[in-house]
């Protein structure tokens, strides 16, 4: 089944939710689970703004929460799709989005546009996906 969810996601979140899913990339550096504490800092928000829009983040499934000995976030696939059009659209690779072209077990592949108006595709790779097993087992990284 193809989905267009991911693209959805993306035309919701604002300014201060790419802020967070910035923060918790570049936390995952160095935790699996980025501390809340550490998101907070790193945004310059309070712990109740920053708890309120990973909340939000996490009903819409771009991020994942872990309690444990600290309540801990992480970026799920889509998180990575919604920062990775976020770049493409701020630095004028891309002007709009599309329809998928095809999903498939290593790859979905979407229909854009350029700012020239050329049609161009955007191809997000999915290692490990859950109907491609193997990769797990198989590949290094």
Do not use: A, D, L, Q
């Given at each position: 089944m193809i989905t267009m969810l991911p693209i959805r996601v993306f035309k919701t979140l604002k300014y201060r939710d790419f802020k967070i899913l910035r923060a918790i990339e570049i936390g995952m550096n160095t935790f699996e689970f980025v501390p809340i504490d550490y998101i907070s800092?790193?945004?310059?928000f309070n712990?109740?703004?920053?708890?309120?829009i990973l909340n939000k983040l996490c009903k819409l499934g771009v991020v994942r929460r872990r309690f444990g000995a600290y309540e801990g976030y992480s970026l799920t696939t889509w998180g990575y799709d919604c920062l990775a059009l976020k770049y493409l659209v701020d630095s004028g690779y891309i002007e709009a989005i599309g329809k998928p072209l095809g999903v498939g077990k290593e790859a979905d592949v979407y229909d854009a546009l350029t700012p020239a108006n050329e049609r161009v595709a955007i191809k997000f790779h999915r290692l490990g996906r859950l109907s491609f097993k193997k990769t797990r087992r198989v590949r290094s990284y």
């Open positions: 800092r790193k945004v310059k712990i109740e703004v920053t708890s309120m």
